[in-house]
């Protein structure tokens, strides 16, 4: 297997929800089916649930979307103190209930489920090390490392005991390295752990007494816990019966550049989240009003791409003056387009999801603003429809710069030369696009409008600077754009 191969079937973009619930109430896994709820943006491919009763670990996982999976007789089998959860997005190929989480295992230091968000990026060596010392692998996944090398792990302290379990847990995320927030739970323990980058978003909740670890404060808003903060890079969080307890798991000089997901600001999060401290509606409204100053246009309308354009394009109409208006409407029973996994599927997904609506936008120029460009796919359809739907001029704005190299850490991105920008001009994408112009947003521009230093960043899928070392990919030819 090469390469891209494994990183196809390693990259994961996810949601994790942990809960340690009010004492004497067993509804923990009925929070976490209403946390799931709210993180479902960020996987729809699978989702699971595991919940302790105190003895015993009780799971649930499926295929599909969490209403689907999670019916009243399903949660009725999960009753229990704590619960974990997740949701799960993987890239085509590894698309099984057994790589579905949490990951459940029995070990000798008793049970273990684990749910992870994230991208591990020496995963493969460590596992081809793990099997050939005697590890059977079940899944595909490269959080299966993380609980084999827990497994392995030889502490001081008494199996089972809480003591080794942590012991357990810091022995092997000293050896993982990448992205992850993870939330991990026994019959009687909570855990939650943010890589030192701090790549993934985790944060910390309370809802009366008890605590609630998630990926956005979504999850939080809607079970009505209260946001405290943000997990720390690098820090680990204990939860159980004697209360909370933090520690840095890795204290010193890594810890002076963090990582945080530029691109969870500008796409993967929902917009009413806090993410990394901040709200995400005002950061991509900022990012749109940036754009305006960057890349201005005479136009009589601005519409967004909805969903995820809709801040940036209301940041861009508020500073530019340009009235907004939803010229694009949005099927919304229908994924992600780029969540389908076959190409065919994709070009026609664009349709399925947006259509124009016609009489506003008959003889007008039109911005149009979308967050990103990733193959050009969905910009070139939208300029299509928006032609035919009467626009005089189409002016493409993205309220990012150009995404030119993948991503490693857990967003799900298609390989180096199957992103446009990677061997395109903006100029050339213009054309590709059919728009009269095109403006993406810098990225000093981006920082600027964050109003943050870019060294608490990663921006790999921009700049190409990435911040740990990675597995190469084999050169391959660069794309070429049919119907150019
Ligand atoms: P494309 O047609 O490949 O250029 O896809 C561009 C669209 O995909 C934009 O509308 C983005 O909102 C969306 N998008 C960007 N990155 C991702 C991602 N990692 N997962 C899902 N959708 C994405």
């Known amino acids: 297997m090469g390469y891209e191969a494994a990183f196809d079937k390693l990259a994961d973009e996810c949601g994790v929800f942990g809960i340690w619930a009010i ?110 010392a005697g590890s059977i692998f079940q899944t595909t996944s490269d959080t299966e490392v993380v609980v084999h090398l827990m497994a392995r792990a030889r502490t001081e302290f008494r199996p089972g005991s809480r003591e080794h379990l942590l012991a357990a847990l810091r022995q092997a995320l000293g050896k993982v390295k990448g992205a992850y927030s993870l939330v991990l739970l026994t019959e009687s323990t909570l855990v939650g752990a943010r890589d030192p980058m701090g790549f993934r978003p985790l944060v910390l909740g309370r809802l ?122 949005r099927s919304h029973y229908v994924g992600r387009t780029f969540i389908e996994p076959a190409q065919s599927i994709r070009h026609f997904g664009v349709k399925l999801k947006l259509n124009a609506v016609k009489d506003m936008l008959k003889g007008k120029r039109i911005v149009v603003v979308d967050d990103s460009v990733v193959r050009g796919t969905t910009s070139r359809k939208i300029v299509k429809m928006l032609r035919s739907a009467g626009a005089s001029e189409v002016h493409m704005r993205i309220s ?10 857990g967003i799900d991105t298609p390989t180096r030369q199957e992103l446009i920008a990677s061997s395109h001009s903006v100029d050339e994408i213009a054309r590709y696009i059919t728009a009269d112009s095109l403006g993406y947003l810098s990225l000093e521009g981006m920082y600027a409008a964050l109003g943050e230093d870019r060294s608490g960043y990663c921006d790999a899928c921009f700049s190409g600077e990435y911040l740990l070392d990675f597995p190469k990919q084999r050169p391959q030819a660069p794309l070429r754009l049919v119907g150019a």
């Open 208 to 329: 009366k007494g008890s605590y609630v670890l998630a990926s956005e404060t979504t999850a939080l808003d809607l079970i009505e816990a209260e946001y405290i903060r943000e997990i720390e890079p690098g820090e680990l969080v204990v939860i159980d019966e004697s209360g909370f307890h933090s520690e840095r798991i890795f204290p010193g000089p890594g810890l002076e550049r963090t990582g945080r997901c530029v691109f969870e600001h500008i796409y993967f999060a929902r917009p009413d989240s806090v993410l990394f401290g901040r709200s995400v509606y005002a950061t991509r409204a900022a990012f749109g009003a940036r754009l305006s100053v960057e890349k201005p246009a005479q136009a009589d309308l601005v519409l967004p791409v909805p969903d995820s354009g809709v801040p940036a394009a209301i940041g861009y109409s508020n500073a530019s003056g340009i009235p907004f208006a939803m010229g694009l409407v």
């Open 23 to 132: 004492p004497g109430d067993h509804e923990a896994a009925n929070f976490a089916y209403l946390g799931l709820h709210a993180l479902q943006h960020r996987g729809q491919e699978s989702a699971g649930i595991v919940a302790t009763d105190g003895k015993t670990l009780h799971v649930h996982r499926g295929m599909g979307l969490v209403a689907d999976i999670f019916t009243v007789p399903v949660l009725d089998t999960l009753k229990g103190v704590a619960a974990i959860g997740h949701v799960r997005y993987s890239t085509a190929g590894a698309s099984h209930l057994k790589n579905a989480q949490p990951i459940a295992i029995q070990y000798a230091g008793g049970a273990l489920a684990l749910a992870h968000n994230g991208n591990l990026v020496n995963a493969e060596q460590l596992r081809t090390d793990l099997e050939t």
């Open 400 to 409: 990012s710069p150009p995404t030119a190299w993948p991503c490693y850490y």
